[in-house]
T-cell receptor, first 111, second 113 residues
Framework: GQQLNQSPQSMFIQEGEDVSMNCTSS?????WLWYKQDPGEGPVLLIALYKAGELTSNGRLTAQFGITRKDSFLNISASIPSDVGIYFCAGPWGGADGLTFGKGTHLIIQP | KAGVTQTPRYLIKTRGQQVTLSCSPISGHRSVSWYQQTPGQGLQFLFE???????NKGNFPGRFSGRQFSNSRSEMNVSTLELGDSALYLCASSIGGSSYEQYFGPGTRLTVT
């Protein structure tokens, strides 16, 4: 099946730093979704993107839909301890309503 | 609005048994999808139901099945459990139609011994 490649796999940053992560695919996606998952919980939808080139913010989070439609980016500004978790990109592939997920970027914040 | 709820939260079963997991979607959401999450394979799509009909199915064996009721609540069943079925099973609901925005429940942690 289609794979979404997320990088980096993990990030160790200092509180207050900005964070950037991305998600790439070999196929075109018409929708990109970004989720965050905390330990023992289900993923929480952060941002949804529907148009190539679209830039959408949610508080300190900003995500972009790549113009090639094969990638997406998530930035977190001025990270705080509660930003710790695993960030997933996802999208519907092949017209199905099931989402394909990347393997996630594990964000760890050092005090 | 209340979020997606799943019961039970934790379950321990023995190999060969069967299990049924339950999901109540967000009020007004008609689509329910199920996912399996494991450390090795990540999040994988199982199936999706809309208006009591299975619309899409992932690449899982027939031991995995589901259904949706008229109130949009959904259940998934796994028969003849195998050790490899140990996972976090997540349910997600969406309005349906052209919306791909899915909202997840907390999951059911299934351990097969």
């Amino acid at each position: 099946g289609q794979q979404l490649n997320q990088s980096p796999q993990s990030m160790f940053i200092q509180e207050g730093e900005d964070v950037s992560m991305n998600c790439t695919s070999s196929s075109i996606f018409n929708t990109w979704l970004w989720y965050k998952q905390d330990p023992g919980e289900g993923p929480v939808l952060l941002i949804a993107l529907y148009k190539a080139g679209e830039l959408t913010s949610n508080g300190r989070l900003t995500a972009q839909f790549g113009i090639t439609r094969k990638d997406s980016f998530l930035n977190i500004s001025a990270s705080i301890p509660s930003d710790v978790g695993i960030y997933f990109c996802a999208g519907p592939w092949g017209g199905a309503d099931g989402l394909t997920f990347g393997k996630g970027t594990h964000l760890i914040i050092q005090p | 609005k209340a979020g997606v709820t799943q019961t039970p939260r934790y379950l321990i079963k023995t190999r060969g048994q069967q299990v049924t997991l339950s999901c109540s979607p967000i009020s007004g959401h008609r689509s329910v999808s199920w996912y399996q999450q494991t450390p090795g394979q990540g999040l994988q799509f199982l199936f999706e139901y809309f208006s009591e009909t299975q619309r899409n199915k992932g690449n899982f064996p027939g031991r995995f099945s589901g259904r949706q009721f008229s109130n949009s609540r959904s259940e998934m069943n796994v028969s003849t459990l195998e050790l490899g079925d140990s996972a976090l099973y997540l349910c997600a609901s969406s309005i349906g139609g052209s919306s791909y925005e899915q909202y997840f429940g907390p999951g059911t942690r299934l351990t097969v011994t």
